[in-house]
């Protein structure tokens, strides 16, 4: 069992996922640079949040194109899981791991706040340590969160169960006043087909010990454990 941490010039939360994910699996992640042309034999890459390359041209775009991100994708093609969080979402979504687009908010301003989530589904290797259906909270911070896809992705994903996470009130129901940045559907985050990549806006690390305020997204990190032990 082993994982690796891509980081990119820009990231800002690769230390603190690397603690999240030492703690659930018992040993330090790799820290692998974006221009390295080897990956390490790893079950759980994580492309972490930030603003690589400044978010210059579009979020996520220059990063999608470095060295280490045929690896990532060549080990996602193998069944490697990877979890892309906020600007790793950002990123996956351009290199074409994961559907969709992600424009900038609705409000035109940067979001940073807790946001209610609902687990859509947990018989995946993400989110097996939450309840069905369970609302959790975890912070947000983006300024291109806005989740768009065309209606016929939005059926593919939604046919498929490919949503991963919805921002909900705090009954679960996925209201206008939820969503922080107009995603379409209220959707926070969304699986591959083969559900072995999951990307999401908001920040499982960021509320992964007491001393931050938080433990919802502990579940997250110990699911994978779980299915990697």
């Not at 939360?13 to 659930?24: G, L, N, P, T, Y």
């Not at 969709?100 to 290797?125: I, S, Y």
């Not at 291109?144 to 921002?167: H, K, M, P, W």
Request: charged residues 20%; negative net charge.
């Amino acid at each position: 069992m082993d994982a690796a941490v891509i980081v990119f010039p820009g990231s800002n939360c690769d230390r603190d996922v690397a603690v999240s994910v030492e703690a659930a699996l018992g040993r330090a992640p790799h820290m692998v640079w974006h221009r390295a042309d080897e990956l390490p034999k790893v079950d759980l890459i994580v492309l972490p949040g930030g603003f690589s390359y400044g978010d210059y041209l579009r979020s996520g775009a220059i990063a999608a194109n470095s060295p280490i991100m045929a690896q990532v994708k060549a080990a996602a093609a193998r069944g490697t899981r990877v979890l892309a969080i906020c600007n790793g979402f950002q990123i996956a979504i351009e290199a074409g791991l994961l559907p969709g687009a992600l424009m900038t908010n609705a409000g035109l301003k940067f979001v940073c706040r807790d946001v209610l989530l609902k687990v859509e589904r947990n018989d995946t290797p993400f989110t097996s340590g939450y309840e069905q259906g369970a609302v959790v909270r975890f912070p947000v911070a983006h300024h291109q969160g806005n989740y768009f896809a065309d209606d016929e992705t939005l059926a593919r994903i939604e046919g498929e169960g490919l949503v991963a996470f919805r921002y909900v009130d705090a009954g679960g129901n996925p209201t206008e006043a939820a969503n922080p940045n107009g995603s379409a559907r209220n959707i926070a985050g969304v699986y591959n087909e083969a559900r072995n990549v999951m990307g999401l806006m908001p920040h499982p690390e960021r509320l992964a010990d007491p001393a931050l305020g938080g433990t919802d997204g502990t579940a997250m990190f110990r699911s994978l454990l779980g299915r990697l032990s």
